[in-house]
């Protein structure tokens, strides 16, 4: 009200500050235009260089590109604790009571048993561990929870590894299929007992592959002695599958179960290692 009391008693005054307002509100437009256009440019400029790679520390680096693949989960009994060297001991003691174990290649340090589709049969083999005065408990473990990521540039990933990857997981997915129990006696186990041949088949062909992929990677590239690994632990499966299949008995049923949840940790540690 204060200004329309203003224009109301001084007229001459109140064209000149309109007048002024015009100049004014016309300069503030274009000014936002020419601001407008430039920001305008500079983020195009941003998306263009995004687009080609990112910028990190004013060093350019190539994008990334991800491999995700299907998510599973197995159970295994979890005991032992942090401590790499008691870790040790639990698995060689639980070795020479006939239960063969694994122990976690990396930090928190712990003695891993078993790898099956269920939680519920696990129950007889925890209970023989607590019995030699060891905590265990039974966990799930997520498969491919993380993706593997290599630069868009690295063809041996896209065109090598990441299909070896790929086939790996399929055949650790078969595997938990077949695991349902730690028995052979095991309700309709039997029946699946031909495939286990099959599986040990395709992990063959699975060893030379991740050998030629291995001999493929120059020396100094940290992902060849994975690899190789991984084809290590591939054949190691398939001996323990064919193993089972030739003797069909509780304790060849444990060894190739452990065999596969070894292949699985190392798995998982590369697609950590590539994050």
């Given at each position: 009200m204060?200004f329309?009391?203003?224009?109301?008693?001084?007229?001459?005054?109140?064209?000149?500050?309109?007048?002024?307002?015009?100049?004014?509100?016309?300069?503030?437009?274009?000014?936002?235009?020419?601001?407008?256009?430039?920001?305008?440019?500079?983020?195009?400029?941003?998306?263009?260089k995004?687009?080609a790679?990112?910028?990190?520390?004013?060093?350019?680096?190539?994008?990334?590109?991800?491999?995700?693949?299907?998510q599973?989960?197995?159970?295994?009994?979890?005991?032992?604790?942090?401590?790499?060297?008691?870790?040790?001991?639990?698995?060689?003691a639980?070795?020479?009571?006939?239960?063969?174990?694994?122990?976690?290649?990396?930090?928190?340090?712990?003695?891993?048993?078993?790898?099956?589709?269920?939680?519920?049969?696990?129950?007889?083999?925890?209970?023989?561990?607590?019995?030699?005065?060891?905590?265990?408990?039974?966990?799930?473990?997520?498969?491919?929870?993380?993706?593997?990521?290599?630069?868009?540039?690295?063809?041996?990933?896209?065109?090598?590894?990441?299909?070896?990857l790929?086939?790996?997981?399929?055949?650790?997915?078969?595997?938990?299929?077949?695991?349902?129990?730690?028995?052979?006696?095991?309700?309709?186990?039997?029946?699946?007992?031909?495939?286990?041949?099959?599986?040990?088949?395709?992990?063959?062909?699975?060893?030379?592959?991740?050998?030629?992929?291995?001999?493929?990677?120059?020396?100094?590239?940290?992902?060849?002695?994975?690899?190789?690994?991984?084809?290590?632990?591939?054949?190691?499966?398939?001996?323990?599958l064919?193993?089972?299949?030739?003797?069909?008995?509780?304790?060849?049923?444990?060894?190739?179960?452990?065999?596969?949840?070894?292949?699985?940790?190392?798995?998982?540690?590369?697609?950590?290692?590539?994050?």
């Open positions: 204060f329309l009391r203003i224009i109301y008693r001084k007229k001459k005054r109140t064209v000149t500050v309109i007048a002024l307002m015009a100049v004014m509100l016309f300069t503030s437009l274009c000014c936002g235009q020419v601001l407008g256009r430039y920001l305008l440019n500079k983020m195009a400029g941003a998306e263009n995004n687009s790679g990112i910028v990190v520390n004013g060093r350019q680096t190539a994008a990334r590109k991800v491999l995700r693949l299907e599973f989960y197995y159970y295994t009994i979890k005991a032992g604790c942090e401590d790499y060297e008691k870790s040790l001991e639990l698995g060689n639980l070795a020479r009571e006939g239960i063969p174990a694994v122990v976690a290649g990396k930090p928190p340090w712990c003695v891993m048993v078993g790898f099956l589709n269920n939680e519920e049969n696990l129950a007889l083999l925890q209970g023989r561990i607590r019995a030699l005065g060891c905590e265990a408990s039974v966990i799930r473990v997520g498969v491919n929870e993380v993706f593997f990521k290599f630069d868009a540039g690295d063809k041996k990933a896209a065109e090598e590894i990441a299909p070896f790929a086939k790996l997981s399929v055949s650790l997915h078969k595997g938990l299929l077949l695991y349902n129990g730690i028995s052979v006696k095991e309700e309709g186990l039997a029946d699946f007992k031909p495939k286990f041949a099959v599986l040990a088949q395709e992990l063959g062909t699975m060893v030379a592959k991740g050998r030629a992929i291995g001999s493929g990677l120059a020396s100094e590239d940290l992902r060849r002695e994975t690899i190789n690994r991984l084809a290590e632990y591939c054949e190691e499966w398939a001996q323990s064919q193993e089972l299949n030739n003797g069909w008995s509780d304790g060849s049923l444990l060894l190739s179960q452990q065999r596969a949840l070894a292949l699985a940790e190392e798995y998982e540690r590369f697609l950590s290692d590539t994050n």
